[in-house]
């Protein structure tokens, strides 16, 4: 019988990646980037010029080829996207301490 193993709930620490919480974040804010572009309606190059990437760019982003992306960038494609980041820090048995970035 196969037993099953739970996963951690960040698959980059189930597969072994050293930089799993900035790739979990990245690839958190790249989908939510993909969520707000299809919403609009947008093409690559209509998303390329509201944002400033070039569309290659938009490509790879919108494919979650996120390498040339850092967490910073995609906040900021966010902000231009007319959205704000909002982080919140716990430590356990605490309330959220939340910080906002704004554009």
């Keep these: ?8 709930g960040n698959v980059f620490v189930d597969l072994g990646f050293r930089d799993a919480e900035e790739r979990l974040l990245k690839a958190k804010l790249a989908t939510k980037i993909a969520q707000l572009i299809e919403k609009k309606g947008w093409t690559q190059a209509q998303t390329a010029e509201r944002t400033g990437l070039d569309q290659p760019k938009v490509s790879h982003l919108l494919r979650g080829r996120l390498s040339g992306f850092s967490a910073d960038r995609l906040f900021a494609i966010l902000n ?7 982080v919140a820090f716990q430590q356990r048995n605490e309330s959220p301490k939340r910080l906002t970035r704004a554009s």
């Design 1 to 8: 019988m196969r037993r099953s193993r739970l996963g951690s």
């Design 80 to 86: 231009r996207l007319g959205h704000s980041v909002e």
